[in-house]
């Protein structure tokens, strides 16, 4: 199969990666560029575990073929964290609110989480929980998630009042 | 110098001194969560090798069918692909079957015949997943159909299909006589001729019919493992999807002759497990196969519809429940029917003595006098499993037994549900209670918490609610009616004393190893594995009130079975009851040399010592004192003559008892008549675990065992065609609830230490969803009983929920 090269930028990053026409993003986020943050959980885009931001969007990365990504701008949970480790106001609230259990939903959970409060900085509990209804989690009962994602957003609100 | 070890720990008394060790009590934030948040947990899936290859296999179209033809050149002949096994490969190596917990065994490649649709007919290894799942799709296998068998309840037929040639001839099974080419064990407890006579006097009898149908713990992550054996060292690692990485290592080492020693286990991060990752699969088994045959590691990784479809199912138990009563409403018997689907190989993860694990919980909360049990486990086309999705041993369907009884039984007196269930409660004063069963339950205040908690939803008036939607619905103002479900459940965990408990003839102990180092920092290893419930957080903080480390000094590992002590897992809620007692004892043992060098150290008698926060005090001179930090130092240069160096401790714990954490939980949902829609209204849930360690983390627990409960009872569901296919393998059917669907939870407790936990902690993680389901249940029939309801069989989406209405006559059509 002729292989295709394609170009990413991941996290401010740029990449140029050589991909096979069927080859899914997931897989090359995952195993081509080391970046695992990302999970499988149900190949049918409807667990959200893939979920990632590409270009400003919420973006389902198991259900897309890399090629699609041909020179997009993609953050993924590993790009959240500044660049002297601090945690993003999100993944401390995640933290603080117990907002994640074993921890497999996370990144996707708070990659979507991170879009809805770009789209939408101050949401109301309705808004947050259809916000993130296509991202499933076993673990929490989502009433912590949207707890911290509230958080999350007060903080940022807060932020940029000061 | 008193035995330390099993005295209970003052050191919890003191919240202040919890609050500055982060010990038990606090609402310590999860030392996890500083990799899952930034994406760097590491999880199966995660793990890559050099040279790593990819297995997948070719499953079955067919739920019972025999093999004709394995045609493997189609295969072979795709690029990338290296290798097809199937069970003519492995009948050499006599590993075409693996024992089963059970005492069964299950094919790990059909051989001649598959039995469920899905089941694994050859392996198919490939440089990568793509090339693999190539493989799978060219490989052609020629079967000719047999017809299937579905109904349990017609597995014992006379003209039933064989399903197990394989166990032609054997009347014998693992847990007695088998009457029936389907049968595999019949097992009963309790007096059945004491409640028979129970039943012949009661003034009031109920029996129904419940079905407690086929669902899946469904956990995030599917399982998967990578193996790699080294050809050179003959060393297999082997990183898998494993809540119980030791048992896996015996279980490895017995079905392969590889010894032991030469085996190492590792569990990752586990993505939930909720009882998906107790057994052992044949993907894990092919995994280390085709690494012995290839010289390269192997990874294999299930995709959501092998998962659902393949790998434990859990519940699928068809029960009749009969209650007998007085008047007056005392029940003075119970007794209970099973018949268990086991699928086609008898793969149920229970202690080995207990076919139907802890059924016999089914007289709940209750003080009932006589009581009966039995089920009766079959063969059917469907895959093997039965695991206790987020539950000890069949507890779930225990409690739905006896819970949806209850409210039979209120509504044949035409009693209130919780009328009934407050004069039947075990009172205070009963403590330790023999069940008729003959569990000792240890400790409990259940009119206490069913007090709190009526109080806390304002039952009466909720009631008062309910009659007036009811009325005006008679009227035809309205056409909403209302349901509130009760539930006073009894859980029985922390499996367990080996008296009871063994899994392949290993006690269910369990184990910590800690070691402090010089500095006063530490590690703690347990025989345990987390999957979620933040073990590296909690048990850190039992280790920091008993030794006076603080938390933040101690790190918590588990998983890898070259370094952690010897432990049965995590699953049936045991971690906390069976390990933490363990690193509770560990903690008091290092305390108690730590006294030593002290006293040492103070030139004073050790009963001379006080403990302060972390250190020893000279009684009566708190400033001459030495700190944990100080003694751990000197356990490597300045010791007490003779004493050994270091600072070590490791307990094995055999609980003495189960524990059995409580709880009353109610729910309260309307329904719209006219499209089976519903919305929960109010779930409140009082839990007693006991001792509680970590507030916030309990509170998680419960959220999510709550939306597994409300899964499970109102949409859940495996299902399969008439012939055989499964319907609902994908997360496109089946149900896992959203951030919308799922209701919002009140929670609220009550403390009764457990008496013989060196802590008084009880388990948990399980509550919310063994209390859950029943609670649910019962307010979806609580909302037609004044309607002539009776009952309705879960799942309770809208369209059944739609049809009873309709049933009722309550809808015109």
């Known amino acids: 199969m002729a292989k295709t090269l394609i170009q990413l930028t991941v996290n401010g990053e740029p990449h140029e990666v050589a991909v096979n026409p069927r080859d899914l993003l997931i897989h090359t986020l995952r195993e081509t560029l080391g970046l695992t943050g990302a ?51 999100l993944q401390e609230a995640f933290r603080e609110m117990h907002g994640l259990q074993c921890g497999f939903c996370t990144p996707g959970m708070i990659m979507r989480a991170h879009r809805l409060l770009e789209e939408n900085p101050t949401p109301t509990e309705e808004e947050i929980r259809i916000g993130i209804s296509g991202n499933l989690c076993r673990c929490t009962g989502y009433q912590n998630i949207v707890k911290a994602i509230q958080h999350a957003s007060e903080t940022l609100t807060s932020n940029v009042e000061a | ?36 948040t930034q994406g760097h947990g590491n999880y199966v899936d995660d793990v890559k090798l050099p040279g790593m290859l990819f297995g997948d296999f070719a499953r079955s179209p067919y739920a019972h069918a025999r093999i004709k033809h394995i045609n493997k050149e189609s295969a072979l002949k795709v690029p990338g692909v290296l290798a097809v096994l199937t069970a003519e490969d492995l009948i050499p190596l006599n590993l075409h079957y693996m024992p089963t917990l059970a005492g069964d065994v299950q094919a790990v490649l059909a051989h001649e015949k598959v039995l469920f649709q899905n089941q694994e007919v050859a392996f198919i290894v490939a440089r990568d997943r793509y090339a693999a799942a190539d493989g799978v799709e060219a490989l052609e296998v020629e079967y000719e159909e047999l ?52 039943f012949d006097k009661a003034d009031v009898v109920i029996e129904e019919y419940l079905a407690h149908p086929r669902v899946h713990p469904c956990p995030l992550e599917t399982c998967g493992s990578v193996a790699d054996m080294n050809p050179i060292t003959g060393q297999l690692t082997l990183w898998g999807t494993f809540q119980a990485p030791h048992v896996v290592r015996t279980v490895a080492a017995l079905i392969t002759n590889i010894p032991e020693h030469k085996i190492r286990v590792i569990s990752p991060d586990i993505g939930g497990g909720f009882g998906n990752k107790v057994g052992v699969y044949p993907g ?42 007085t008047k007056e409403g005392k029940v003075i018997g119970m007794r209970s ?74 509504q044949k007196l035409d009693m209130d549900p919780a009328e009934l269930r407050q004069k039947n409660l075990i009172q205070p004063e009963q403590f330790p209670y023999t069940s008729a069963f003959g569990w000792e339950y240890d400790s409990g205040d259940y009119p206490t918490a069913m007090a709190k908690t009526l109080e806390a939803v304002d039952y009466k008036k909720l009631r008062q609610q309910q ?132 006293s040492h150290l103070l030139e004073v008698h050790h009963d001379d010592l006080e403990w302060d926060v972390d250190g020893f005090a000279i ?83 419960i959220h999510g065992g709550l939306t597994e409960a409300f899964a499970v009872a109102m949409g859940q569901l495996i299902d399969f065609d008439e012939t055989g296919n499964i319907l609902g393998a994908s997360l496109m059917d089946f149900f896992l609830p959203t951030a919308v669907e799922t209701p919002k939870w009140e929670t609220d407790h009550t403390e009764v230490p457990s008496p013989h936990h060196p802590i008084g902690a009880k388990g948990v993680g399980e509550s919310p969803h063994v209390g859950g389901v029943p609670a649910f249940s019962n307010a979806v029939n609580d909302a037609f009983r004044a309607f002539g309801g009776v009952h309705t069989h879960m799942p309770h989406t809208h369209s059944n929920i739609w049809n009873y209405a309709r049933s009722l006559g309550m809808i015109d059509s």
């Open chain 1, 39 to 89: 999970h499988i959980g149900c190949d049918t885009s409807h667990c959200g575990a893939c979920t990632i931001d590409i270009d400003g969007q919420s973006s389902k990365s198991c259900t897309m073929f890399a090629v699609q990504a041909n020179g997009s701008n993609i953050t993924t949970i590993e790009g959240m964290a500044g660049a002297d480790g601090t945690l993003h106001v």
């Open chain 2, 1 to 36: 110098m008193a035995d330390t070890i099993s005295e209970p720990s003052q050191s919890e008394t003191s919240a202040e001194r919890s609050q500055k060790l982060e010990g038990i009590g606090c609402k310590r934030k999860r030392v996890e969560d500083i990799r899952f």
């Open chain 2, 147 to 198: 017809e299937p068998l579905l109904n349990a309840l017609k597995a014992l037929d006379d003209d039933a299909p064989v399903l197990r040639d394989d166990l032609a001839g054997k009347t014998e099974g693992a847990h007695g006589p088998r009457e029936h080419h389907n049968h595999i064990f019949t097992w009963s407890a309790g007096d059945e001729a004491a409640t028979q006579e129970a």
């Open chain 2, 284 to 325: 894990y088994v092919m995994s280390v196969v085709a690494s012995i045959v290839l010289k390269k590691p192997v990874k294999w990784i299930e995709d959501r519809m092998e998962n659902l479809s393949t790998t434990a199912f859990a519940r699928d138990y068809h029960i009749t429940a009969e209650l007998a009563a």
């Open chain 2, 337 to 410: 029917h099973v018949f268990a689907d086991h699928g086609a190989f008898d793969a149920c993860a229970d202690p080995s003595k207990y076919p139907a694990g802890m059924y016999h919980i089914c007289t709940g909360s209750y003080d009932i006098p006589t009581a009966f049990c039995s089920v009766k486990g079959v063969y059917t086309n469907k895959a093997p499993g039965g695991v206790s999705y987020r539950c000890s041993f069949r507890v779930t369907e225990a409690v739905y037994t006896i819970e949806r009884a209850m409210d039979l039984l209120a």
């Open chain 2, 467 to 598: 009659a007036q939607m009811v009325e005006d619905f008679k009227a035809g103002t309205s056409r909403e009616i209302m349901g509130v479900g009760l539930s006073f459940f009894t859980e029985v965990v922390g499996a367990g004393p080996s008296k009871n408990c063994d899994i392949l003839g290993i006690n269910m102990f369990d184990s910590c190893e800690i070691r402090v180092h010089p500095t006063g920092a530490a590690i703690a290893r347990l025989g345990v594995k987390s999957q979620g419930q933040g073990h590296e957080t909690t048990f850190a903080q039992i280790l920091a009130s008993e030794t006076g480390l603080p938390a933040d000094m101690i790190t918590i590992e588990e998983g890898d079975t070259d370094t952690a002590p010897y432990g049965l897992g995590t699953y049936g809620s045991r971690s906390t009851p069976v390990a933490g007692a363990a690193a509770a004892r560990a903690g008091r043992k290092i305390k108690h040399k730590a006294q030593l060098i002290a």
């Open chain 2, 619 to 701: 009684k009566g001179m708190p400033d001459k004192r030495r700190s944990m930090k100080e003694i751990a130092w000197a356990a490597y240069n300045n010791l007490p003559k003779g004493m050994e160096p270091g600072l070590e401790a490791v307990d094995y714990y055999d609980p003495p008892n189960f524990t059995f954490p409580y709880g009353a939980y109610l729910c309260v949902l309307r329904i719209d008549v006219d499209t089976g829609v519903y919305s929960v209204d109010r779930f409140y849930a009082l839990d007693d675990c006991g001792t509680r360690i970590n507030p916030m983390i309990i509170e998680g627990q």
